[in-house]
């Protein structure tokens, strides 16, 4: 199973006071072979954004481990990323999945949104309830649509639901 790991649960390694609950069941996920975590270049980018001097240096760590990690090939939402041809000529063309994305999530929230659902991803791992699991919650139907095989989860919710 595919699962798109958003970074602020990356950061629950180096928070100072992380959910418990949340912290033991990422623990739990990343020791599972079964499951496939990924992450995008725009996870790395934003580790490095970092405010915090000493948060950051540990998120930069964090960083370089994940380039061990499966990162999926960044899909361009982009008119120029597509072969000639292929799309409409004359103007730019944004990915209908993004435009849509972006009318409910922040934008980079909803680029990681659509990193996962262009790659396959089945769960959004995250642990930012007011801008992305509430949002997500609030305009289901919405989602449906847009990314019918993807669903919004906290790590306690995923360990739940796919207990071996």
């Known amino acids: 199973m595919r699962i798109y790991v958003d970074n602020c649960v990356i950061g629950l390694i180096v928070?100072?006071?992380?959910?418990?609950?949340?912290?033991?069941?990422?623990?739990?996920?990343?020791?599972?072979?079964d499951l496939e975590l990924v992450v995008s270049g725009k996870t790395s980018e934003e580790l490095r954004r970092a405010q915090d001097r000493l948060k950051g240096q540990k998120l930069?760590?964090?960083?370089?481990?994940?380039?061990?990690?499966?990162s999926v090939q960044e899909i361009s939402a982009a008119y120029g990323a597509s072969?000639?041809?292929?799309?409409?000529?004359?103007?730019?063309?944004?990915?209908?999945?993004?435009?849509?994305?972006?009318?409910?999530?922040?934008?980079?929230?909803?680029?990681?949104?659509?990193?996962?659902?262009?790659s396959g991803c089945r769960y959004f791992l995250?642990?930012?309830?007011?801008?992305?699991?509430?949002?997500?919650?609030?305009?289901?139907?919405d989602l449906t649509a847009l990314c019918p095989d993807l669903?919004?989860?906290?790590?306690?919710?995923?360990?739940?639901?796919?207990?071996?």
Do not use: C, M
């Open 15 to 33: 928070d100072t006071a992380p959910e418990a609950d949340e912290l033991a069941a990422f623990v739990n996920i990343t020791a599972r072979s």
């Open 151 to 164: 669903d919004f989860v906290s790590p306690v919710t995923l360990e739940g639901l796919s207990r071996p």
């Open 60 to 70: 930069q760590i964090l960083a370089n481990l994940l380039k061990r990690v499966h």
């Open 83 to 118: 072969a000639y041809g292929e799309l409409p000529y004359a103007g730019e063309w944004t990915d209908p999945l993004l435009v849509g994305l972006r009318t409910i999530f922040e934008p980079d929230d909803a680029d990681h949104v659509f990193q996962a659902a262009r």
């Open 126 to 141: 995250t642990v930012d309830r007011r801008t992305i699991l509430d949002r997500a919650a609030k305009h289901k139907a």
